[in-house]
């Protein structure tokens, strides 16, 4: 007998054991209460349950609403961090839900008396999904269905979702608008966010589920914890004499600062009216990586340290080189972003510096502007 096959006697128990389960965690109306939040003088009823808001877009997303409403947190902080949410912590309007978004029955229990989603939490590294071809399938997609059943089960009005510019591949029409067509990601984050928007907009149009979807630009900022700039600096931190660049230095793509981001998200929420909406969120410029290095040396005063590109018109396998999002639809609904690329990569630049960059007596020295 094969060493796959499973006797009858065992399957009849899985299913049992699965039954059971859906009865428990879908249909008992008293199994769990829905968490108690209280509301913030002067603010509204709208409870958020956002997950990975101890995350880097997330925990902007939570500053936002956790002034004037409920908010609870769900994030396993395999890449979020307590201290981004810390402020928030102890206050009775906030709970926080260290959990992780495949323990189903846990997610249903945590998001009972919400009625906003916002779906933040996602693997944020391409590159590791590239090595291990379940994270994303894991961490995005099958996450992402989750939320989305539970939020039907909970009857939760609105679902918020972060998408990616990935989903369109290379496109061939740049700016790239969001009907641009067809969307061919060339790596398994994007083939998994562009199969999430699908499920997204499924939920909403059979469940009467409002929906939002925005598909982000490199976002840059305080408290990132990956991207370009914090790879640099981390790369800095090990030997200041030589930095190796992945890539041939004229990769050419769109940056946004974080708070940027989130303001744009909560715009869009407040003033788009269709039952699924879904936007481009980005600067209206682009910024080789060439200048995105420059940048980073000048902020942090260092002088003589060799640039290496390591070649290849892509940084890695599954790296769009370059990219611009059209922004028209969002700026017709009535917002634009206030920086330009460069501008946000600089004041970024700034903020990693600051933030993670090691300080030594031997290199660290102002550089002479002519």
Known sequence: MSPFCISNDIQS????SLRRLIREVFFSPVLYPPPLLQRQKGGTNTQYFVTGGAGFIGSFVVDRFAARNGVTVYDNLS?????FIAQHLGKPFFRFVKADLLDVARLYKEMRGHNSVWHIAANPDIRKGTESTMVDLEQNTIATYNALECARRNDVKTFVFS??????????VLPTPEDYGPCLPISLYGASKLACEGLVSAYAELYGIKAWIYRFANIVGHRSTHGILYDLVQKLNKNRKVLEVLGDGRQ????????ECVDGMVYG???????????NLGAEDQITVKRIVEILLEEAHLKNVRVKYTGGESGWKGD???FLL???????LGW??????????????KIVVKEYLKKTESTWVPVVRQ
């Open 13 to 16: 128990s899985i299913r049992c």
């Open 79 to 83: 890449t979020g961090r307590e201290e």
């Open 163 to 172: 998408s990616t510019s990935t989903i369109y591949g290379r496109a061939k």
């Open 252 to 259: 050419m793509k769109s940056y946004m600062l974080v708070d």
């Open 269 to 279: 929420f407040k003033h788009a009216k269709d039952r699924v909406n879904y936007f």
């Open 320 to 322: 769009v080189p370059r």
């Open 326 to 332: 059209s922004t028209k639809k969002m700026s017709k």
């Open 336 to 349: 634009k972003p206030k920086h330009t690329s460069q501008e946000a990569i600089r004041e970024a630049a």
